[in-house]
């Protein structure tokens, strides 16, 4: 009896052994410099600071595309060989579009798009689901930062957020990467179940807007039922003689899935001679 006993522990332990590690996620949320000297003078450095990240997801906040000049994101993408998609409320036709970009490393397999209201102009919203490792993963991508920067109007475009989520997450792992004017405690309200990895977001000195303390800001929120929080870094980019400080460009996220939901089964073949 004994001896049954060890060989239950001992299958146990081999099995405790094969099972796969949980997929690690490293996701970061940027905002590169405005197209000018310090970009052009800047972009290849900070496409080698990316590159050296090994990011698997990129988002890029507050993308400017002008009709006669490449879009800065997607020319990071092709220079560090991600994908690139651009998402803009702006008609294509228009000679300047704004809106965010995501770059990611992993398989695509479905994209979608909304409009967030409660303001003038409506901001966009983008949603990709990406396969990493085992695990298939939302990564929702916002810039909540109204004209109308008020309680009301922020609870406007959280509460269709939510809706959105809920219609399209198929209850799989999200994250929701963006750029919050509401603060900490309000933006955790509007988003239940959703954790910011920066938990105390210190004011930003150079994020391409005067900082204002109260607000967010750039961050990555994950699902807590779905994720682990690994660490938080600050990316920037040193300058050469140091003098001037660091060019920050945004933050970047390593979390561990924590829930993966299996793939769907494919149905049963009819038998022969069945409809």
């Known amino acids: 009896m004994l001896r049954w006993g060890c060989f239950g522990l001992l299958v146990l332990s081999f099995s405790v052994l094969a099972e796969a590690p949980a997929p690690v996620l490293k996701i970061a949320n940027l905002r590169l410099p405005p197209a000018g000297e310090v970009w052009a003078g800047n972009r290849e450095r900070i496409a080698a600071l990316i590159q050296d990240l090994q990011a698997d997801v990129i988002v890029v906040q507050d993308v400017r595309q002008a009709s006669d000049s490449s879009n800065p994101a997607c020319w990071l993408g092709t220079r560090i060989r991600y994908s690139c998609d651009f998402i803009s409320a702006d008609r294509p036709s228009q000679a300047q579009r704004r809106g965010n970009a995501v770059l990611t490393r992993l398989t695509a397999l ?94 930003r000195r150079n994020e391409g807007r005067a900082a204002n303390p109260d607000e967010h800001g750039l961050d990555v929120l994950y699902q807590v039922r779905s994720f682990a929080d690994i660490t938080q870094q600050a990316v920037e980019l040193t300058e050469p003689d140091d003098q001037a400080g660091p060019l920050r460009l945004g933050m970047m996220a390593t979390l561990r899935v924590t829930r993966v939901v299996p793939e769907p089964a494919d149905p049963p073949e009819p038998e022969p001679g069945m409809l």
Not at 173 to 198: C, I, K, N, W, Y
């Open 110 to 203: 479905e994209d979608g798009i909304t409009l967030l209201h409660g303001d003038q102009n409506p901001a966009v919203a983008g949603m990709q689901r990406l396969q990493l490792q085992r695990a298939r993963l939302n990564v929702y991508a916002a810039s909540m930062r109204p004209s109308d920067n008020t309680t009301i109007v922020r609870g406007h475009q959280a509460a269709d957020l939510r809706a959105w989520m809920d219609a399209t997450s198929q209850t799989l792992p999200s994250l929701v990467v963006g750029d919050f004017a509401a603060p900490t405690d309000e933006l955790v309200r509007q988003l239940p179940g959703f954790q910011p990895a920066r938990r105390n977001p210190s004011v």
